[in-house]
């Protein structure tokens, strides 16, 4: 069973940095999309950043010029480097994957189990 495993949030003050890093077991035959998503308190899930296999990057108004989303097909590591960060940034980060698990007929969605950002002023 595919599992996503987040590394590398925490706590940070405002205008510092921190890389989120995501794992996926198993093996794919097939992704179509990467991506990083986020929560913060009383407000629903929303997508920060997404990287198609090819390269195509996609991101949220709010961290454009901000964060970089970078992906390693070979390993299906999804990445997310985040700098001048600010304390709206705050938030459970979530790593998501939808592809096609080696064996199997469908295109299934992902989701890592969070990690917290925490982002001091």
């Known amino acids: 069973q595919v599992q996503l495993v987040e590394s590398g949030g925490g706590l940070v003050q405002a205008g510092g940095s921190l890389r989120l890093s995501c794992a996926a077991s198993g093996s794919f035959s097939s992704i179509d999309l990467k991506a990083w998503f986020r929560q913060a308190p009383g407000k629903q899930r929303a997508l920060v950043a997404r990287?198609?296999?090819?390269?195509?990057?996609d991101y949220a108004d709010s961290v454009k010029g901000r964060f970089t989303i970078s992906g390693d097909g070979a390993k299906n590591t999804v990445s997310l480097q985040m700098n001048s960060l600010k304390p709206e940034d705050t938030a459970v980060y979530y790593c998501?994957?939808?592809?096609?698990?080696?064996?199997?007929?469908?295109?299934?969605?992902?989701w890592g189990q969070g990690t917290q950002v925490t982002v001091s002023s």
């Open positions: 998501f994957l939808m592809g096609r698990e080696s064996g199997r007929i469908s295109t299934i969605m992902y």
């Open positions: 990287i198609t296999p090819g390269g195509s990057t």
